[in-house]
């Protein structure tokens, strides 16, 4: 009964507030760094002409298919923003053109941003830990999620953040992918080793029988455009 009425309180704070979500584009290229200047240039503008509320980019360290994958994500502050891109708009078509370098998208998938940090972005630069998760007992999750974010915050990790995202189309359909975030490589490894300590242990035992991960990222991530700062 406690998940039904959290559950319920959650449906009804989104649809007065509106989904927040994101749009991620799977790449490949030889060039990650070429990409990465191309992008810290031309993605403020392209962010401004799309109702973008940011714009970022991913490199993964491990998880990956491939080497070579860079993941680009856009967020807008509801699903109507997310959605209503026009990709036949000049800007966009002017700041590709400036894309000198080999690259493809291979995919193109849609999230809901369930669970935000109390920072975003975390910074110009930070790192992340991310588990694609198998759920039948969403509100549950959200509820193990809020809890690990508690437990962090109270035992002095005040500059990380968490993310739970929901994906709404590809092979993530219907899969939670939670986001451990902290501001480089070894905040984020301080998390992980946090995680042996009895506060986290006592919930991840409530909540493993409620869970399967699916698979797990290592990332890099840089922001390229903050529209509270545009």
Known sequence: ??????????????????????KLFT???PDKNAYLEWLKGSGPKI??????SSIGVCF???GA????????FRMAES???????DPSNPVIAEEFSKANFEWEITTADYWDWLIKPEKWPLGEEWAAWNVAIKTDD?????????SVRDGYKNNDFDDVGISVWRGRTGEFTGLLMISLLAPDKAGLGAMLDEQQEVWFQDLISQIASKRQPVQGFMLMCHNVFDKTQN
Do not use: Q
């Open 1 to 22: 009964m406690k998940r039904l009425l959290f559950f319920m309180i959650f449906l009804v704070s989104v649809s007065v507030s509106a989904m927040p979500g994101m």
């Open 27 to 29: 790449l490949k290229t």
């Open 47 to 52: 962010g401004n002409a799309i109702k973008a």
């Open 60 to 62: 993964p360290d491990a």
């Open 65 to 72: 298919p491939e080497l070579n994958t860079v993941y680009l």
């Open 79 to 85: 699903m109507t923003n997310l959605l209503d891109v």
């Open 138 to 146: 969403i509100p549950a999750y959200l509820s193990f999620a809020e």
